[in-house]
Antibody, heavy 118, light 111 residues
Framework: EVQLVESGGGLGQPGGSLRLSCAASGFTFRNYVMSWVRQAPGKGLEWVSAITNSGGRTYYADSVKGRFTISRDNSKNTLFLEMNSLRAEDTAVYYC???????????WGQGTMVTVSS | QSVLTQPPSVSGAPGQRVTISCTGSSSNIGAGYDVHWYQQLPGTAPKLLIYGNSNRPSGVPDRFSGSKSGTSASLAITGLQAEDEADYYCQSYDSSLSEDVFGTGTKVTVL
């Protein structure tokens, strides 16, 4: 079964850091572009970041550029998102997503909640 | 501020047909980038519903169909069922922003 399982969410302090992880299984992880998409409470979906299959190139939304870092470990089938200088507006459910068929986001994790508050 | 605009809500009686529009511009849908659609049931993660403008992944009922023309795309649901009550999002790529973009989202209510 193709599966993505996120972890690492929780309460973060403004200006603080959190590290999200996403464990992939059921597909050849190293062959696919992976992304993070977030959803603030009661709001729509927002693309956050993406990384190529080899990890050689990374992309970020302007809202997180310079603060978040995406990375992957293909030997462990794991995707990461290092979140620094956290802001209240980073509060959201963060989804780990696989890019696949037709370049669409074809597999989604269950999401992990990040709350930034003092 | 999303670059893809959807109506906030649409509704219909069971068995009816509803459509959801997704309006973009010359830097995304109008530039030829594909449109994908996602269904998000209450309290769950989004699920891919339509990819490449009009293709259904395995397991998605043929009551769902997608189309694209010019700078817009549409999702149609025929034979509306209670289980279709959910939020729906379109998604494409924007060359001006150099990033994937989502629509504003549409809540479908079954009357």
């Amino acid at each position: 079964e193709v599966q993505l399982v996120e972890s690492g969410g929780g309460l973060g302090q403004p200006g603080g850091s959190l590290r999200l992880s996403c464990a992939a299984s059921g597909f050849t992880f190293r062959n696919y572009v992976m992304s993070w998409v977030r959803q603030a409470p009661g709001k729509g979906l927002e693309w956050v970041s993406a990384i190529t299959n080899s990890g050689g190139r990374t992309y970020y939304a302007d809202s997180v550029k310079g603060r978040f870092t995406i990375s992957r470990d293909n030997s462990k089938n794991t995707l990461f998102l290092e979140m620094n200088s956290l802001r209240a507006e980073d509060t959201a459910v963060y989804y780990c997503v696989k890019k696949g068929v037709g370049d669409a986001f074809d597999v989604w994790g269950q999401g992990t909640m990040v709350t930034v508050s003092s | 501020q999303s670059v893809l605009t959807q109506p906030p809500s649409v509704s219909g009686a069971p068995g009816q047909r509803v459509t959801i529009s997704c309006t973009g511009s010359s830097s995304n849908i109008g530039a030829g980038y594909d449109v994908h659609w996602y269904q998000q049931l209450p309290g769950t993660a989004p699920k891919l519903l339509i990819y490449g403008n009009s293709n259904r992944p395995s397991g998605v009922p043929d009551r769902f169909s997608g189309s694209k023309s010019g700078t817009s795309a549409s999702l149609a649901i025929t034979g509306l069922q209670a289980e279709d009550e959910a939020d729906y999002y379109c998604q494409s790529y924007d060359s001006s922003l150099s990033e994937d973009v989502f629509g504003t989202g549409t809540k479908v209510t079954v009357l």
